[in-house]
């Protein structure tokens, strides 16, 4: 008999063999078309912990010989490792894009950040995309080409980037600084919502 009780921990997290189940009846299969198996998820998950640290989404073996997975985690897999139509990278900006608007309405806050408030030079492009000079002066390229030459200009014989131009290097050509900032907000949120009161990475001692 399933319990009340144990509806309501499914609502906040899941062991692996029930995200297998929920995977088997969303259809979901590997990128070859077989359907997930228990390494297939296990794989998964660590691709999820490794680029996602911060967001707590699996717990520790404590008490128990198994991990479980916060529903958050579980629709991770489902929107972005599992999805075939976006690159892993666009799905995963999506994800946090998403999330971050489900926590601002539900929590009643708004965005009121502003991560590209700077013009930049080369030099301060490299160190703020942690990329060498020839992969910024090729990504700045790409910007001019997409009829953007108005955010690059040229200050006492130096190339500057209007902070506009920044966000749009950021947003078209090093996704993975935008998906940090996103990942960042996201988890400034998530301590939001459970200072409210609301369950987020409590195992209730099932760990």
């Given at each position: ?63 128990s ?10 629709y ?26 489900q ?25 703020y ?37 920044v ?33 987020y ?7």
């Amino acid at each position: 008999m399933y319990t009340d009780s144990q509806q309501i921990l499914d609502r906040i997290f899941l062991s692996y063999n029930k995200i297998l189940k929920k995977l088997y009846n969303l259809g979901l299969t590997t990128k070859h078309g077989k359907e997930i198996s228990h390494i297939d998820l296990r794989k998964a998950i660590d691709v999820m912990i490794k680029k996602h640290p911060t967001c707590r989404w699996r717990s520790e073996k404590v008490k128990s010989r198994k991990y479980f997975v916060l529903v958050e985690g579980y629709y991770w897999l489902t929107q972005v490792y599992f999805q075939k139509e976006k690159s892993l990278i666009d799905a995963d900006i999506d994800f946090f894009k998403l999330r971050i608007k489900q926590y601002e309405e539900l929590l009643k806050v708004e965005y009121n950040e502003n991560w590209w408030n700077e013009n930049m030079d080369i030099k301060q492009l490299c160190e703020y995309f942690n990329r060498k000079d020839i992969t910024v002066r090729k990504a700045i390229k790409k910007m001019c080409d997409s009829r953007l030459e108005e955010y690059k200009v040229l200050i006492d014989n130096k190339v500057v980037i209007s902070s506009k131009g920044v966000e749009w290097i950021c947003k078209n050509i090093f996704k993975q600084k935008y998906l940090e900032l996103l990942e960042r907000y996201k988890m400034e949120l998530t301590d939001l919502y459970i200072e409210a009161g609301y369950p987020y990475d409590n195992f209730f001692g099932m760990n």
